[in-house]
């Protein structure tokens, strides 16, 4: 995986290309070991799923696949650089690779740091090892779900728009909220870079003269969200991303980040196909 520079992007927070490449399996760029094999069952154990004679369990009954290739007991196999699935879910067994959740507080920039001292991202990440770079971007007033990771081949296939990744906002705007909205946001909108629907849309909550929707699109253009509610006449208020793919915001407080577990990495990597 090359060197990747959380700096590099567009203004826009829209897909680069080039902009992450690599793959999850390849080696950080400054640690380029030798291959390294070992049984596989010490491979699976190691990465949280049960005893070794679990493991083996999962081998004997056909359950796990090294490079497309199911294993048998005995098999060996490199924990960087071989993709093993264990029932056809993607692991990760590379232990240098990190997979973050931060819900972004309101007011802070979509950048690992800011030259004009406003908050960044940076400030609120918790003391790891390596360089992590954010996997899209939120604008400094909205809030909500952003990845992060050093894994810079699923970064590419997470925000290029080809994997058609769904990403879910709760939006706050004026009420009452006319039956026509949702028809006119799935029918597709008319921007001034192309048009643009959403995949579903539904209203959460009506509060005095407020209401909260949530709509469900795979756009990544820049502020999509906001031109979109701009041209049917009610701007945002309030925006936050609660999901991205099959990873969702939950609990998770404003400021804190907690690592994805393997069933979530997991996911995602079949959602962008592997």
């Known amino acids: ?38 049984r596989l069952q010490k491979i699976l154990a190691a990465a949280g799923l049960g005893s070794r004679r679990t493991c083996e369990r ?38 240098r690779l990190v997979y973050l959740a931060l819900n972004k507080p309101r007011g802070v920039v979509s950048t690992m740091d800011d030259d004009k001292g406003r908050d960044a991202i940076a400030d609120f990440l918790p003391n790891i090892n390596t360089r992590v770079f954010h996997v899209g971007r939120l604008d400094q007033d909205s809030e909500g779900l952003l990845l992060l990771t050093n894994d810079g081949g699923l970064a590419h296939k997470l925000m290029h728009p080809s994997y058609e990744v769904a990403k879910t906002y709760q939006v706050e ?23 643009v629907k959403v995949d579903s849309f539904r209203v959460v909550d009506a509060f005095g003269r407020a209401a909260l929707v949530e709509v469900v699109l795979h756009e990544g253009r820049n502020h999509i969200v906001r031109r979109l509610f701009d041209a049917v006449g009610f701007p945002v208020q309030r925006l936050i991303r609660t999901q991205i793919g099959p990873i969702r915001l939950g609990d998770l407080r404003p400021g804190r980040t907690r690592h994805l577990s393997q069933a979530e990495v997991g996911a995602l990597f079949k959602a962008v196909g592997e």
């Not at 950080?28 to 070992?38: F, G, I, L, M, S």
């Not at 199911?70 to 990760?92: F, N, S, W, Y």
């Not at 009420?175 to 946001?185: A, C, E, Q, T, Y």
């Open 1 to 38: 995986m090359p060197s990747v520079d959380p700096s590099v992007e567009s203004e826009s927070g829209e897909f680069v290309a080039g902009q992450f490449e690599g793959s999850a399996f390849d080696a950080p760029p400054d640690a380029v070991p030798p291959r390294h094999e070992e």
């Open 173 to 195: 705007i004026s009420g009452p909220v006319p039956r026509s909205m949702g028809r006119d946001l799935k029918a597709g909108i008319t921007l001034e870079d192309g048009p």
């Open 58 to 95: 999962l081998i004997d009954e056909g359950r796990v696949t090294v490079n497309g290739k199911e294993a048998t007991l005995g098999d060996k196999a490199d924990a960087v650089r071989d993709a093993i699935h264990v029932d056809g879910q993607r692991l990760v067994t590379d232990t």
